[in-house]
Antibody
């Protein structure tokens, strides 16, 4: 079974960079799927941040403009999130998830990490 | 971006009740909508995809429907295991967007 696990600091200072790792077991990230980062803000609103595909291409939410970067290390079967110039509004629980393309254009996140809560505060 | 207006933001219902959660899309998204259930401290779980298709293993008490740009998740015979936050998600176009979430509690 596919398992995803996020790791990274739980506290980041304003204006600094947030860096998270998603470690994947049970599946090779170059074999298929999109590998996404999704966050949930206090108050429950979710935001899709972007993904890196199995081929290495990326797609980002324009709302994050040039602050976001998603990369990978295929030798470790990991992918990463970097979010620059964070503010208190980036305080959220961050999830990594696998995006699956089903039949007829369906797309859904079928495997998720347990989430890591990140607080932006001085 | 496609806005997903989800309602209600929270609700309380009794054991055995039938409840409905709604999401209104700001433009046509066809059937490219899914529903996730999230329990406290857990990650979201896919319940419905393609607006009406039940994910494997999800009880048949859950159902999804669509009327134009209005999407609904209905839960029949409500049980304590159904408590949690429900999120709708559109995957018609980038950026993928979610509704604001509905917190369901049992009385």
């Amino acid at each position: 079974e596919i398992q995803l696990q996020e790791s990274g600091p739980g506290l980041v200072k304003p204006s600094q960079s947030l860096s998270l790792t998603c470690s994947v077991t049970g599946y090779t990230i170059t074999s298929g799927y999109d590998w996404s980062w999704i966050r949930k803000f206090p108050g429950n609103k979710m935001e899709w941040m972007g993904y890196i595909s199995y081929s290495g291409s990326t797609n980002y939410n324009p709302s994050l403009k040039s602050r976001i970067s998603i990369t990978r290390d295929t030798s470790k079967n990991q992918f990463f999130l970097q979010l620059n110039s964070v503010t208190t509004e980036d305080t959220a629980t961050y999830y990594c998830a696998s995006g699956y393309y089903g039949l007829g254009g369906d797309y859904y996140f079928d495997y998720w990490g347990q989430g890591v809560m990140v607080t932006v505060s001085s | 971006d496609i806005q997903m207006t989800q309602s209600p933001s929270s609700m309380s219902a009794s054991l055995g009740d039938t409840v409905t959660i709604n999401c209104l899309a700001s433009q046509d998204i066809g059937n490219y909508l899914s529903w996730y259930q999230q329990k406290p401290g857990k990650s979201p779980k896919l319940m419905i995809y393609g607006a009406t298709n039940l994910e494997d293993g999800v009880p048949s008490r859950f159902s999804g429907s669509r009327s134009g740009s209005d999407y609904s998740l209905t839960i029949n015979s409500l049980g304590y295991d159904d408590e949690g936050i429900y999120h709708c998600h559109q995957y018609y176009e980038y950026p993928y967007t979610f509704g604001a979430g509905t917190k369901l509690e049992l009385k």
